[in-house]
């Protein structure tokens, strides 16, 4: 079955008639690339909207705007955990739509105003409906199902097509159609940067200009448009001074609630040239419900994980530039990886190796070509030693 696509125009009438039905229940918006999103719908308005790239972060960061009290929550681990407990909701909320039942939950509790509580709601729909209209093309498919209740807010269709509408022409206008406000800005030449602002501007933009916020996270923190912090660093872009990267979005305290606590849940960084075998513990770990990044550049290697905190490492011995016994050398350098479990990867499974191996602080060695079982055992060795010692 060939799948249709609507243009903007064929969409907005959709979203009109979807109104004049006075429809309730789900609709589900595809993009050619594979983005989905969801409309939940009652009576024809927009009762709540969730999905794209990054709805996890999109719900952090529009509840650390609507004031939502995490106070306890020094850092952004802590803020993300203590914004995302679901663990009030019962299985059919989590199942139908955690974010508006912990918006429930939190207008029930006094956490935020009612003001808030809609402000919120309508900033997310808005955003998300961007972000289809972005897209271009869509598939459309309506779903009858039990609506989301209670109603906190209502929402009319076409005024929130509308204002998506003027947003994303404001974006292109400004010229930053090719350029998506859920990616990341970076310092791609750190001199050149420099010498085009002032130190004191230098010192401040380092720290947003770190690769690891989106453009809409910046604006927020800015208290700016994403539109204003795009112009803000269009020339620097043009110029390749500035770089755009793509971000993961945060995890998904649904999927984190399917695993019982403990080691699926850690970040594990395997460091080898060889794609293949980056590919092969990729979909061996991922299965499993682990986070996994590979890491194919040797010399990005040191930095990557000291910035990922990774609480298991994969590492080949024979690379270029940088081989195994360097890496695991300068790693156990750091105090942050004194005790992190290295597991080293060889073809050549010899005393010598063996032994230079745990000369400059590994953990383990793991012969190629990697066996899923073999790998799986490591991981819940050195990532869960209780569970693995009663087995």
């Not at 690339?33 to 009652?42: E, R």
């Not at 709805?55 to 995490?70: Q, Y």
């Not at 997310?124 to 459309?140: G, K, L, N, R």
């Amino acid at each position: 079955m060939v799948t249709e696509y609507l243009t903007l125009d064929r969409l907005a009438a959709q979203l009109s008639e979807v109104k004049h039905q006075h429809f309730s229940g789900q609709i589900l918006l595809t993009s050619a690339t594979g983005s989905q999103w969801s409309l939940y719908i009652y009576l024809g308005r927009i009762l709540y909207a969730t999905g794209g790239k990054h709805p996890i972060r999109r719900w952090v960061r529009n509840s650390t705007i609507a004031g939502v009290d995490v106070s306890m929550a020094d850092d952004l681990q802590a803020r993300i955990e203590a914004l995302t407990n679901i663990s009030g909701l019962t299985a059919a909320e989590i199942d139908s739509c955690w974010e508006y039942y912990l918006l429930v939950n939190w207008a029930k509790q006094g956490r935020m105003t009612r003001n808030a509580l809609i402000k919120q709601i309508q900033s997310t729909i808005v955003e998300v409906m961007f972000d289809i209209v972005q897209a271009e093309t869509v598939s459309f498919q309506q779903v009858a199902q039990a609506q989301l209740s209670p109603q906190l807010t209502l929402i009319d269709m076409d005024r929130a097509f509308e204002l998506a509408v003027q947003k994303q022409q404001q974006w292109q206008q400004t010229g930053l159609k090719q350029i998506s406000p859920d990616r990341s800005i970076k310092i791609a030449k750190i001199a050149e940067f420099q010498q085009m602002v002032s130190p004191t501007a230098y010192q401040a933009l380092q720290f947003v200009l770190d690769g690891q916020q989106t453009i809409r996270e910046i604006a927020a923190k800015a208290r700016k448009s994403p539109v204003a912090i795009g112009q803000s660093f269009q020339s620097h872009l043009a110029t390749g001074t500035l770089s755009l990267i793509d971000l993961p979005d945060f995890n998904s305290p649904v999927e984190q609630s399917k695993h019982p606590p403990g080691f699926k849940s850690a970040l594990i960084v395997c460091i080898d040239d060889s794609p293949f075998v980056c590919d092969r513990l990729e979909q061996i770990f991922q299965q499993e419900g682990y986070q996994f990044i590979s890491v194919m550049d040797s010399l990005k290697a040191i930095p990557i994980v000291v910035a990922k905190k990774p609480e298991l490492i994969f590492l080949d011995l024979v690379m270029p530039n940088a081989n195994g016994y360097e890496i695991c050398s300068r790693l156990r350098k750091i105090g942050a990886f004194q005790q992190t479990p290295i597991v080293i990867l060889t073809g050549n499974d010899g005393v010598i190796d063996r032994v230079r191996a745990k000369v400059v602080g590994a953990t383990d060695f793991l012969t190629k070509p990697v066996q899923s079982e073999l790998v799986l055992e490591i991981a819940q060795k050195y990532l869960n030693p209780t569970l693995a010692n009663s087995l």
